[in-house]
């Protein structure tokens, strides 16, 4: 079955109509598809009997020095993955469709949006929760799959349901990653071949981490993180170097920094810049 494009609300709610009746889930995604967003859709498919995915460049969530007009933008061949993926529809806004020129509300991601990722990039999630809020009360999905890669965007969209008593459950997805073990990223097309070399140590920390993780007798955060920071230091004197934002070890749905009583699940996140690319990654590790 061919995928029906809609652009705004009216054409949303005629998408919906054409496709039918039954359980949707929405898979929001800045376009620029790659295998990882396969994977969501494939995770949709499962939880629903039809799928939405929405491709939208989000302004709001881009800080003036960040990457919003270069964004990769490949709306043909995102509708060809999301034709092949057996997507039913692909809600694609334009700006001016999704915002008001004067508009004035917006969700605030609060405390948990202004540590770890947020402390780099203010503001940011901010964004991320007002287009994503937007997105559900357009789309009104059953079931919202997002990935594990973008964790505390995860954490957070899961804590803006809590909190607002949004009727949508939410789906973490696993993070798809090449052989070598680089996380996919639609961020990953601006890599040169010799920032790909520097990149692979972001995952290459997380590994180390993750070994001394399970090593330890004990649970040690600093001995998990001295493990990565070795791997990341390492990779500071590669060319290009990797220039460490941070490396955290957090609680999944806190997103502050476990100690050494921390029991069960923790996530070892790294942001990196390498040459004009910042990447972020992170790993789930068990505690005790
Ligand atoms: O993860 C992304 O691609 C974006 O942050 C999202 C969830 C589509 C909101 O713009």
Known sequence: MDVIVAGNREELGKAREAAG??????VPTMGALHEGHRSLIRLAREQAD?????????????????????????????????????????????V????????????????????????F?????????TVVLKLFNLVQPDVAVFGQKDAQQLALVRRMVADLN??????????????????LSSRNRYLSPADRVTALNLSKALRAGAVAGAQA?????????????????TAARFDPPLLLDYLALVDPATFTEVTEDHRGEAILAVAAKVGTTRLIDNVVLTLG
């Open 21 to 26: 009746p039954g359980r949707y889930a929405l």
């Open 217 to 233: 007798p004990q649970r040690e955060p600093e001995r998990i993180k001295d493990a990565a920071r070795a791997v990341l230091e």
């Open 121 to 129: 990039r203010p503001g940011h999630f901010d964004g991320v929760l």
């Open 50 to 94: 039809q799928v939405v995915v929405s491709i939208f460049v989000n302004p709001l969530q881009f800080g003036p020095h960040e990457d919003f007009s270069r964004y990769p933008r490949t709306f043909e061949a995102d509708l060809g993955v999301c034709a092949e993926e057996g997507v039913r529809v692909v809600f694609a806004p334009a």
């Open 166 to 183: 949004l009727p949508i459950a939410i789906v973490g997805a696993p993070t798809v990653r090449e052989a070598d073990g680089l996380a």
């Open 96 to 119: 001016a469709d999704m915002y008001l020129p004067d508009r004035q509300i917006a969700v605030s991601a609060g405390a948990m949006g202004s540590v770890v990722e947020g402390a």
